[in-house]
T-cell receptor
Framework: DSGVTQTPKHLITATGQRVTLRCSPR?????VYWYQQSLDQGLQFLIQ???????AKGNILERFSAQQFPDLHSELNLSSLELGDSALYFC?????????????FGPGTRLTVT | ELKVEQNPLFLSMQEGKNYTIYCNYS?????LYWYRQDPGKSLESLFV?????AVKQEGRLMASLDTKARLSTLHITAAVHDLSATYFC??????????FGTGTSLTVIP
């Protein structure tokens, strides 16, 4: 158990819909990272937040957005969903801002868009 | 965009043998990560390598980083069945983005 929690575990929704994925980092970790894993694209970095501020942006679609709240939990919002958005979404947390320390991954949310 | 190439993609090895997984990347970076993923599970951090010549070892796994060659290796010594998993390398760039290799699916055969 990494100490990172993600909800929900599974999500099935229809095209065009909007969903919110939630992540709580390990106690004491200020950075939260979001990743997408799919068979087509492999593992892709989406976005990083550090202590509430966006720090780095990767291959995140404009239909996707994220935020980190004052209690450090983070949410990833996916809207106008397409079939190709079906994937595993992981969040990870670390203590630092610059990636010099380990990232601890949550169990993931499996999103299925039908 | 930084490219990360990992090879081999698939590796089947006998218990007790040694092997190396290679991770090449396309532009300068000083942060290299190795992860393990079991089927249907999340990623587990194995190593964080931060400088040229860095070497880290944990059990039967040893990782090294050559930033000049833009190459990291993950060496497996005397493989055991429990090491069967998919191994990913990832590289962090100066903008704090992270790029993953395609993964190496390792099967250790008794």
């Amino acid at each position: 158990d990494s100490g990172v929690t993600q909800t929900p575990k599974h999500l099935i929704t229809a095209t065009g819909q909007r969903v919110t994925l939630r992540c709580s980092p390990r106690s004491g970790d200020l950075s939260v990272y979001w990743y997408q894993q799919s068979l087509d694209q492999g593992l892709q970095f989406l976005i990083q937040y550090y202590n509430g501020e966006e720090r780095a942006k990767g291959n995140i679609l404009e239909r996707f957005s994220a935020q980190q709240f004052p209690d450090l939990h983070s949410e990833l919002n996916l809207s106008s969903l397409e079939l190709g958005d079906s994937a595993l979404y992981f969040c990870a947390s670390s203590v630092d801002i610059g990636g010099s320390y380990e990232q601890y991954f949550g169990p993931g949310t499996r999103l299925t868009v039908t | 965009e930084l490219k990360v190439e990992q090879n081999p993609l698939f590796l089947s090895m006998q218990e007790g043998k040694n092997y190396t997984i290679y991770c090449n990347y396309s532009t300068t970076s000083d942060r290299l990560y190795w992860y393990r993923q079991d089927p249907g599970k999340s990623l587990e951090s194995l190593f964080v390598l931060l400088s040229n010549g860095a070497v880290k070892q944990e059990g039967r796994l040893m990782a090294s980083l050559d930033t000049k060659a833009r190459l990291s290796t993950l060496h497996i010594t005397a493989a055991v069945h429990d090491l069967s998993a998919t191994y990913f390398c990832a590289v962090g760039d100066t903008g704090n983005q992270f790029y993953f290799g395609t993964g190496t699916s390792l099967t250790v055969i008794p």
